[in-house]
Nanobody
Framework: QVQLVESGGGLVQPGGSLRLSCAVS????????MNWYRQAPGKQREWVAT???????NYTDSVKGRFAISRDNAKNTVYLQMNSLKPEDTAVYYC?????????WGQGTQVTVSS
């Protein structure tokens, strides 16, 4: 069983920044590919970013150049640094991993971008 706990969401003005964290239980964190997803009101959940076990990153086009995913294997934590935030980034953000063919999700953290 893998547990994921997100934190760091909040209300921010357009152009501002937030850093989300996702703490992952267990001793196999370094073996997990980690993902961030988001779900805006009335929309389907969408993939945002991925970091592999080797640190390779990938992003959806709408956040490229603004968001950065990173991981700290010593702390069992994955981060999402979000800069130049836009109102359309407003959503609940979830971290995710797949272990032994099972998808695990955190409870989500709300990010609201508004003036």
């Amino acid at each position: 069983q893998v547990q994921l706990v997100e934190s760091g969401g909040g209300l921010v003005q357009p152009g501002g920044s937030l850093r989300l964290s996702c703490a992952v239980s267990g001793s196999r964190f370094s073996a997990y590919v980690m993902n961030w997803y988001r779900q805006a009101p009335g929309k389907q959940r969408e993939w945002v970013a991925t970091i592999t076990t080797r640190g390779t990153t990938n992003y959806t086009d709408s956040v490229k150049g603004r968001f950065a995913i990173s991981r700290d294997n010593a702390k069992n934590t994955v981060y999402l640094q979000m800069n130049s935030l836009k109102p359309e980034d407003t959503a609940v953000y979830y971290c995710n991993t797949v272990a032994l063919s099972t998808a695990y999700w955190g409870q989500g953290t709300q990010v609201t971008v508004s003036s």
